[in-house]
């Protein structure tokens, strides 16, 4: 230990370094190529010490210290973090997508400044209040009618900074000695003053919807309403993920053919026998390919007909023609192609569907499929459908569905125990499983 200096307990040094006592803390000091370095450790001095014992070793050997950090521009941080995202991580590229949008508003921030603050030099709640001032397009497109932001807009934007500044500090981009900029706000209380309402059907509404629907129509909502499956999910699904005879849907990830469950977990869904019989009459005599064609493949075929290991040869060959440089991005694009080829419906095109018909039976606020998802958890909910198998159904994770924790891990619900509770719920709406029947007979509503 070095020389004290003047002042008694209230200073000394320790090699490079001095640890001094300031207004009841303690902290350190030194220079670190040529410029000075303080740190305010805390009311504990031996703690001070042996900080101030591991930087003199640090200096004396020329490594960085643990104090000293590399300032970096926001326009790098951001190419770095989402390059991470895609090749470390391994993100899906529409999480990749997502980050890139909510980043893009941060590079944007600082580019309006005559001298652009460092990523450590941004002040969080003057970036909070320039995304309340955002006009943007809600999907994107060009030619969209623009409007600002919703709250949850804002507060994804902010989550994925705070993300992105978290990233920051483990590569030591960020002040040592001060904390992730986006952490002190209060995100988890986050007010949204105007989210889009949530629709939800009830018994009358849902028989409405399903009279007005066209026979093609008519099995994908039913589907999407009686499964609680998400539009992704039914538009990926192969006809070996569906075991009629048993009555059950499998929910797989797919990553040989480009597609994964937005979770990653997979799962089984029991079939009401009502849904089996739609099924039944609207694949006719098929016994292979995509369970859900596009309206115009239904009466021409698809122009790829075949199992799963098929339409993953068909990627390959394509991969291999493209040459090894094909990147993840032209690779999804491949994947798209091979499943459009495969008669897919477009996510979009359930979309467009839903909406028409939710304007056709007076429901012009209603533009999101996913509300058969929100009236279906709402059914099991009703029924007091156990927790942990609303949680295996729906296919959320038990963090965010009840917080089952360890318990979920040591359960195992039974498929019959599943099948009998979900049913129960189901069929307290009676009247469209009738319609459904009707359907599977050939009789036009």
Not at 80 to 86: A, G, P, S, T, V
Not at 155 to 160: E, I, R, S, Y
Not at 171 to 186: G, S
Not at 251 to 277: F, Y
């Amino acid at each position: 230990m070095g020389k004290r200096s003047r002042g008694g307990n209230r200073r000394l040094r320790i090699g490079k370094v001095s640890v001094y006592l300031h207004h009841g803390t303690w902290w350190v000091y030194h220079r670190e190529a040529g410029k000075p370095v303080r740190k305010k450790i805390g009311a504990d001095r031996a703690e001070a010490e042996r900080c101030a014992a591991q930087i003199n070793a640090q200096l004396a050997q020329g490594a960085p210290t643990m104090l000293s950090f590399t300032p970096i521009g926001v326009a790098e941080l951001r190419r770095q973090f989402l390059d991470h995202h895609e090749h470390a991580r391994g993100s899906t590229l529409a999480t990749v997508n997502r980050y890139r949008a909510a980043t893009q508003h941060l590079e944007n921030f600082v580019a309006q400044f005559p001298k652009p603050p460092l990523a450590h030099e941004v002040k969080p709640d003057q970036f909070a209040a320039y995304l309340r001032t955002l006009e943007t397009s809600p999907n994107g497109h060009a030619n969209t009618v623009k409007r600002r932001l919703r709250s949850k807009g804002v507060q994804f934007v902010l989550q994925t900074v705070r993300s992105l500044y978290h990233f920051a500090g483990k590569r030591r981009y960020l002040p040592p000695y001060a904390d992730n900029l986006f952490a002190e706000l209060p995100l988890d209380r986050f007010k949204v003053e105007d989210a889009k309402p949530v629709f939800v059907f009830d018994a009358v509404t849902e028989l409405a919807f399903f009279r007005a629907a066209s026979r093609w129509e008519f099995p994908i909502h039913f589907t999407l309403a009686k499964t609680g499956l998400r539009i992704n999910e039914l538009t990926h699904l192969l006809l070996e993920d569906v075991d009629l005879d048993g009555g059950w849907i499998t929910v797989r990830n797919k990553p040989e053919l480009g597609w994964r469950v937005k979770t990653g977990n997979g799962r089984r869904v029991p079939l009401l026998p009502e849904v089996v019989a739609v099924l039944r009459a609207m694949l006719g005599d098929r016994r292979e390919g995509v369970v859900f064609l596009r309206e115009g493949c239904q009466a021409e075929g698809p122009k790829l007909l075949g199992n799963q290991q098929f339409l993953i040869d068909e990627l390959r060959l394509l991969l291999r023609n493209a040459g090894a440089s094909v990147d993840r991005k032209e690779a999804q694009r491949l994947a798209r192609g091979v499943w459009q080829r495969a008669g897919a419906i477009p996510a979009d095109r359930v979309r467009t569907s839903f909406c028409r018909l939710a304007i056709r039976t007076g429901h012009p606020e209603s533009t999101c499929p996913k509300s058969w998802r929100h009236t279906f958890a709402t059914l099991m909910q009703d029924a007091n459908v156990d927790p942990l198998i609303r949680q295996i159904v729906m296919g959320h994770s038990p963090a965010s569905a009840g917080g089952l924790g360890m318990t979920a891990k040591y359960t195992h619900s039974r498929g019959e125990t599943v099948r009998v509770q979900i049913e129960q719920a189901l069929r307290t709406w009676p009247e469209s499983l009738v319609l459904a029947s009707w359907f599977a007979k050939g009789v036009a509503s």
